[in-house]
């Protein structure tokens, strides 16, 4: 008797053509690859309330996106009080409000402020009051939902970051916050373990761009192998389930003069355009690439990057992808989010 790994068995005395064997064997072995969810992929995205371009891309496509995260809320460093850090002008829209999420973070000032969750850690007491007055923004901007982002942490910060977190998801369930979200750096696993971060949240969500930054020598923001391997970890954590992936619309402009500056990809393409300078995808890493000889580099996401990035971690089991930032975005990526 042959046996396929339980697929289908074949008599040896059974004398029917080869290709019935053939076939299953076949499909023996396409019993153990990978295969995709069924469940559709949902879409969030982040808008940059700074950004009119951000609204009006919302505005536009707002329906294909399960959620987006329109409040940005964030820690005084000084008071460590929180503070709505831009006026909501997207988040009560009629298309947006029943899926309207916050961000809760540390970022001010072009950087992230541990010492912000450090201070708040230490003292339980604090750390409630601080947690009951983001709840209360939250109630005010009407939020369903939150992502905290508390980057900046290291493995001895842990039991603050642990204790700031539950009192911040306590509170904000107690009015009525359906889903808590906490953000972890791609790879950081020793600051940031997922499983404990997931005994006060309901889904993490990796940062999986950044992988080259504004203060780095230039790079890809998110080449596929370095993803797939961070989400890989990730996943191996705490299960597909529980992950929210998030990948870049954006992309860098590094200059040898100047500071190195966040482009979209129109802006990319109009200045590769304006320059004659070719805008081509780098194989290795599937993003856009442009080095002009007057000494700037562009790297820079587009539909091509994010269907690439999409696919490969459904292969993984992930079904949700949030979107940094909209606003910045190739038009054709609304293509696939439609889909």
């Known amino acids: 008797m042959f046996h396929g790994a339980g697929v289908c068995a074949v008599d040896r005395s059974d004398t029917r053509s080869f290709a019935r064997v ?63 850090l831009y006026p909501d ?61 508390f980057e900046g942490m290291t493995p001895r910060d842990l039991d603050q970051l642990l204790t700031v977190t539950k009192a911040v998801a306590d509170s904000a369930r107690a009015h009525g916050v359906s889903m808590i979200v906490i953000a972890v750096p791609a790879g950081d696993t020793a600051a940031y373990p997922a499983a404990l971060l997931l005994q006060s949240a309901d889904l993490i969500m990796p940062v999986l761009y950044d992988q080259h930054w504004a203060t780095s020598p230039p790079g890809p923001v998110a080449a596929v192998d370095w993803v797939n391997r961070n989400l890989g970890t990730r996943v191996a954590e705490v299960g597909a389930a529980r992950i929210v992936a998030a990948f870049p619309l954006y992309g860098y402009r590094w200059r040898r003069s100047a500071a190195t500056e966040v482009i979209s990809y129109d802006d990319a393409r109009r200045l590769a355009t304006t320059t004659n300078t070719p805008l081509t995808r780098d194989h290795a890493s599937a993003m856009l690439h442009a080095l002009s000889p007057e000494g700037w580099e562009i790297w820079v996401s587009d539909h091509v990057l994010l269907e690439t990035l999409v696919r490969e971690a459904r292969e993984l089991g992930v079904t949700t992808f949030a979107l940094w930032r909209l606003g910045l975005e190739d038009p054709a990526v609304w293509d696939i989010i439609g889909r």
């Open 22 to 84: 053939a076939a299953c064997v076949l499909l023996a072995a396409c019993a153990h690859l990978p295969s995709q969810p069924r469940v559709p992929p949902a879409y969030w995205g982040f808008t940059g309330p700074w950004d009119p371009n951000s609204d009006a891309s919302v505005e536009a496509h707002g329906p294909s996106l399960a959620r987006v995260i329109t409040g940005w809320i964030a820690l005084d460093t000084a008071s460590f009080r929180p503070v709505q």
């Open 89 to 149: 002008s997207i988040g009560k829209h009629p298309v947006v409000a029943p899926r309207a999420m916050a961000l809760i973070t540390t970022y001010v000032g072009g950087r992230f402020h541990p010492e912000v969750i450090r201070g708040l850690g230490e003292d339980a007491q604090v750390s409630a009051l601080t947690a009951g007055a983001i709840a209360s923004l939250i109630d005010s901007g009407g939020y369903h939902g939150v992502v905290i982002d």
